[in-house]
């Protein structure tokens, strides 16, 4: 058994092998993998005894289930007016710049994705960046890279 | 604070949430159901829904199951109220929980949390392990369990809601049935915003009488307000229902506000002559709390660009109206922003918004149109040059 099969077994016994189980079992296999692989998806369909079709449609659904590789931890900022407003887009230029990628695109090391997301629920401190489930409210171009630079020390 | 705007405090203040509950479990269901109709308190997430009523028609439902669900999925651009409430007192949000749940006959109670706030999940578990060993202790059988979003605004629509909680795609349902009658797994479910839990909890606690006396007659009571853009006062701030928008860009504007965005994306935008006349209210311009300002810097084709980028994004994709309605929208501004279209041609869009208004199957792409209109309307000349 491959590991992403073990990891499907394991949560498809944690919360049950109905369908309203999906949602809980693909954001497990999300967190821990970051994306959603096709042997995930084969895995999770099989466990759950429904089409692997009907696990991609759900997945597609959301955009917080990735189907294409990412990064080891994703950083989102909002995109949302009132953070454009107080500059989202100079932090987005500052990491792009730290990490030499463009927005959307994974570094080549496999560490970091760049993206950007809607409303976070942080408009009264914009621009705010989510990395991973971790938040950053009233980010600088300046605090985002040194937030970076923390994940950048870590192994 | 100006005295035309009255800052109350009850969804943050600290109550004995226990002592309010073990006073309610004491009393029937209809004597519960009765304060909240009596209250006037109607649904905060938006829509307005009178809160009592709802939970009259799930407690005549008969079934072997009924469901509470709390839906913290706050996404409209703007608000964070929501998430404010549960970080601050959360055991109040399962308080309203647990008391719908003795109203309507429910004894299983979800919170859907979008799953841009899963930083919120180890303390809100924590918090609900320590509610189910209190209602244990108080005899009540009412269990609270997290089911987190990942990442869709649609979701936020009750029907879609369900259907993502069930482990499917967020599209929103036919209405009706509505939940009351069969929602979560096609049962009797009372869904409420985070807010109005709290609001029927402390109804419960001080009776009806003091939320009646406060607001107007179709809005009454306080209201959470998210206040964000250009504002030396961004934050989360509870009033009282029925204020001009004139007292609120008073007392929240920096001196040049132009334009205000009532209600999110999904709102109404209101430009500085029209600031007097304008309440906020469900008699005048309804908000989910979200109130967004902007100055005379800013431009309007850049506000709405930007919100009609969001619906075209967030528009599940299930009926054409909205599906395609969005993405026309946004083409046609930049159409006509570039000159490649005439300025007559927003009078088109603005037929098609009137489409998507009376076609489009839920509140996401009935609603897109009340950014577009609002904004063309008031500031058609930003949008052409």
Redesign the interface.
């Known amino acids: 058994m491959t590991n992403i099969e073990e990891l499907v077994k394991q949560q498809a016994e944690v919360h049950g092998k109905t369908r309203e189980s999906l949602m809980p079992i693909l954001q497990a296999v999300i967190r821990s993998e970051r994306f959603l692989s096709e042997d995930a998806m084969v895995a999770i369909a099989r466990e759950l005894d429904i089409s692997t079709a009907d696990v991609f449609g759900t997945a597609s659904f959301y955009t917080f289930m990735d189907t294409t590789p990412k990064g080891k931890n994703i950083i989102r900022i909002c995109k949302t007016i009132t953070c454009h407003m107080k500059g989202k887009d100079a932090v987005i230029g500052a990491l792009e710049d730290l990490l030499k990628i463009k927005l959307g695109e994974n570094t080549s090391d496999g560490r970091f994705s760049l993206l950007q997301a809607n409303c976070l629920g942080w408009c009264h401190k914009g621009p705010v960046m989510l990395i991973n489930d971790e938040v950053y409210p009233e980010v600088t171009p300046e605090s985002a890279v040194e937030v970076i630079q923390g994940y950048l020390k870590q192994k | 604070m100006d005295n035309k705007i009255k800052k109350v405090d009850l969804i943050f203040e600290q109550v004995d949430y226990l002592e309010i509950l073990d006073r309610s479990f004491r009393r029937t269901k209809d004597e519960i159901i009765l304060d909240v109709i009596d209250s006037g308190l109607r649904g905060r997430g938006g829509a307005g829904f009178p809160t009592g009523l709802k939970w009259k028609f799930a407690k005549n439902e008969e079934a072997d199951q009924k469901y509470v669900i709390c839906n913290a999925d706050?996404?409209?651009?703007?608000?964070?109220k929501?998430?404010e409430i549960l970080t601050q007192v959360p055991e109040k949000v399962l308080g309203g929980m647990a008391l719908c749940g003795k109203s309507t006959g429910a004894t299983r109670g979800y919170i859907y949390l979008?799953?841009?706030?899963?930083?919120l999940?180890p303390q809100l578990n924590a918090t609900i392990d320590k509610f189910h060993e209190e209602l244990k202790n108080m005899n009540f059988d009412f269990t609270i369990e997290i089911?987190?979003?990942?990442?869709?605004?649609v979701c936020g629509e009750e029907t879609a809601l369900m259907e993502?909680?069930?482990?499917?795609?967020?599209?929103p349902r036919n209405k009706p049935p509505y939940p009351t009658t069969s929602g979560y797994?096609g049962k009797p479910t009372s869904i409420n915003n985070v807010e109005t839990l709290v609001f029927a909890l402390m109804i419960a606690n001080e009776g009806p009488t003091k939320f009646k006396e406060m607001g107007t007659f179709d809005s009454r009571g306080s209201k959470v307000f998210?206040?964000?853009?250009?504002t030396p006062k961004?934050?989360?701030y509870e009033l009282e229902l029925g204020m001009s928008l004139e007292d609120f860009v008073n007392e929240f504007g920096d001196g040049d506000t132009k334009a205000v965005q009532i209600g999110g994306?999904s709102g109404f935008c209101v430009a500085r002559k029209h600031f007097k006349e304008t309440v906020i209210g469900f008699e005048g311009i309804p908000t989910g709390g979200?109130m967004?300002l902007f100055n005379s810097t800013?431009s309007m084709f850049?506000?709405l660009n930007?919100?009609l980028e969001?619906f075209e994004?967030?528009s599940?994709g299930q009926c054409t109206p909205c599906r395609v309605g969005c993405q026309q929208l946004l083409k046609g501004i930049e159409a006509v922003k570039k000159g490649i279209k005439p300025p007559s041609f927003l009078d088109e869009l603005q037929k098609l918004s009137e489409t998507m208004r009376i076609a489009s199957k839920c509140g996401l792409g009935q609603s897109a149109p009340n950014p577009f209109n609002s904004i063309i309307n008031n500031f058609r000349e930003e949008i052409i040059y």
């Open positions: 706050e996404g409209e651009p703007g608000t964070f929501d998430r979008r799953g841009e706030y899963n930083f999940l089911k987190s979003g990942s990442g869709a605004y993502s909680m069930e482990g499917r795609r967020g599209e797994l998210s206040v964000s853009g250009d961004a934050g989360i994306a979200s967004m800013r850049n506000i930007d919100y969001f994004e967030e599940c």
